[in-house]
């Protein structure tokens, strides 16, 4: 029973730890397909006087495409309301539009050099690059990166903290045992077997609990999001990737924590 509840105090804690990783991680593909999506759609408007050349970065950023918008159509659409020689005129002073596509999403700080430079054109004569609803949809990203991040760090901390008392409590159940042990010539290390493959058991099991309960709220995303968020949802995840990730991080953790202690008690 004794063992059992040790097996409880030491594979709750982590369950909740990945867990919150796991949230951590499908927001972050979240948000990151978001920019993608963005990325697509979004554009910068650019008015010159004269043609645009080629434009392989703006601000450190490469331009992924650049689409001429025709003059001939925005010509058309006011024809009727103007004479003939207003229409000649405007023809001849009509500038020249361009939609500027980059290839990743641009953060405020680079929109304002972005514009910058376009402006050191000579012969551009407005950029548009609609920083107001930008700053809004990329001030939400970022909220939301940051609020997973920072429950993370906290339930990360709890956890450690967590751990390191259960660790401690074994190491006092079990002292007199150890110093028979290394009376004897055994390592610290050595006479730490039991506590070590319970913290690798407990990791395992962990991993394998948020594995399953991420795999089942992935392929159940259109039962358990608002119908308005499913275009955000990636089409696929790099459940491999992810999953070992959750494995790597459920060992890390209580094995970094464990010697951190051992390291601890051989100063002392």
């Known amino acids: 029973m004794r063992r059992l509840n040790q097996f ?5 804690p982590l369950v909740v730890l990945l867990l919150t990783f796991a949230v951590y991680l499908l927001v972050s593909n979240v948000v990151d397909n978001y920019k993608k999506k963005i990325t697509n759609d979004y554009a910068i408007i650019v008015i010159a006087n004269t043609p645009v050349g080629t434009l392989e970065k703006v601000a450190g950023i490469k331009v992924k495409d650049i689409e001429i918008i ?3 159509k925005i010509i058309k659409g006011i024809k009727e309301k103007i004479s003939e020689s207003s229409l000649n005129i405007l023809n001849k002073k009509l500038p020249y539009f361009y ?5 990743e999403y ?3 700080l680079k929109l304002e050099q972005i514009r910058d430079e376009l402006y050191k054109i000579s012969h551009v004569k407005k950029v548009e690059t609609f920083s107001s609803d930008h700053n809004k949809v990329y001030s939400m990203m970022v909220l939301i990166q940051d609020i997973v991040i920072v429950l993370f760090t906290i339930v990360l901390v709890m956890s450690f903290l967590l751990l390191t008392k259960q660790i401690k409590i074994w190491f006092f159940e079990h002292k007199q045992r150890l110093d028979i042990i ?4 055994g390592t610290l290390i050595y006479s730490s077997k039991p506590i070590i493959k319970l913290l690798l058991s407990s990791a395992l099991i962990s ?9 089942f709220v992935v392929q159940n995303l259109q039962n358990i999001v608002q119908p308005e968020l ?6 696929s995840f790099n459940f491999e990737v992810e999953f070992i990730k959750i494995i790597l991080l459920s060992i890390l953790i209580p094995m970094s924590t464990f010697f951190a202690l051992i390291i601890k008690y051989k100063i002392k």
């Open 70 to 72: 025709s003059r001939e």
């Open 8 to 12: 409880f105090s030491f594979t709750i």
């Open 182 to 185: 290394q009376l004897h010539g």
């Open 106 to 108: 641009p953060t405020t």
């Open 207 to 215: 991993a394998v609990i948020v594995n399953a309960v991420t795999f």
């Open 99 to 103: 939609k500027i596509y980059l290839e």
């Open 230 to 235: 499913i275009s955000l949802i990636p089409t």
